[in-house]
């Protein structure tokens, strides 16, 4: 069993070399969020704990991510390759990632820091608009609407959300760059990290990250 893991701060683009990846190789996107809401459609037990503790206004504790990441893992054969996308994001984590994968004899291959510089982080996060009627998601860079300030599909008025903000997303990069820096010496320690510049298009940092992987 191998993997890799994916790091990046908000906006550096783990979704969506997660799902070129996907489609490009046989690694298996494992990503937290999305298996914490299977596990809580599904009932299941280590589901119906990680929802009494959010239901509780509580964070769901690293032992509950990692039996829901076993339960995952579990389900493939030896010689799977996993990709893990925005996990660990702790020392706690990580350590707990490790003696998992040790259990199913996994080993981590690369763990990739997707680097981009904090003014293209905010260019990206803030430039995101919703339409208040259909939810319609624009970019005043990448996808912006035909006319301004206007849904392209209804008419709708085109909004900023709140957590789009630049005070709200300044801090999120800075509780990140706080948690993630001490993971990034971490795997340094152990040769794992590879720097990848995600400042561009999303297509020039797949084929870097390919050309790792292939090598």
């Not at 702790?90 to 981590?108: E, H, M, R």
Request: net charge neutral; with cysteine; hydrophobic share 40%.
């Amino acid at each position: 069993m191998e993997a890799i893991i994916l790091l990046g701060g908000p906006g550096a683009g783990k979704g969506t070399l997660a799902e070129d990846l996907k489609q490009q190789t046989a690694y298996i996107h494992v990503s937290t969020g999305d298996m914490l809401r299977a596990a809580l459609k599904s009932g299941s037990p280590v589901g119906l704990e990680a929802k009494a503790c959010m239901e509780a206004g509580e964070l769901v504790p690293d032992s509950v991510i990692l039996r829901i990441i076993e339960e995952r893992i579990a389900k493939e054969s030896a010689a799977a390759r996993f990709m893990f996308d925005g996990f660990p994001r702790t020392i706690d984590q990580a350590l707990g990632l490790d003696q998992l994968l040790k259990k199913y004899s996994g080993v981590i291959a690369h763990v990739f820091n997707l680097e981009v510089q904090r003014k293209v982080l905010l260019r990206r996060l803030t430039g995101r608009r919703v339409c208040k009627t259909c939810g319609a998601v624009y970019h005043m860079i990448t996808r912006p609407p035909e006319k301004e300030g206007v849904c392209d599909s209804d008419g709708g008025e085109l909004y900023q959300r709140a957590d789009d903000s630049e005070a709200t997303i300044l801090n999120r990069l800075e509780v990140y760059e706080k948690q993630t820096a001490p993971l990034i010496s971490y795997y340094q320690r152990q040769g794992l990290i590879r720097d990848i510049a995600a400042g561009g298009h999303a297509d020039a940092t797949t084929a870097l990250v390919l050309d790792v992987l292939n090598a």
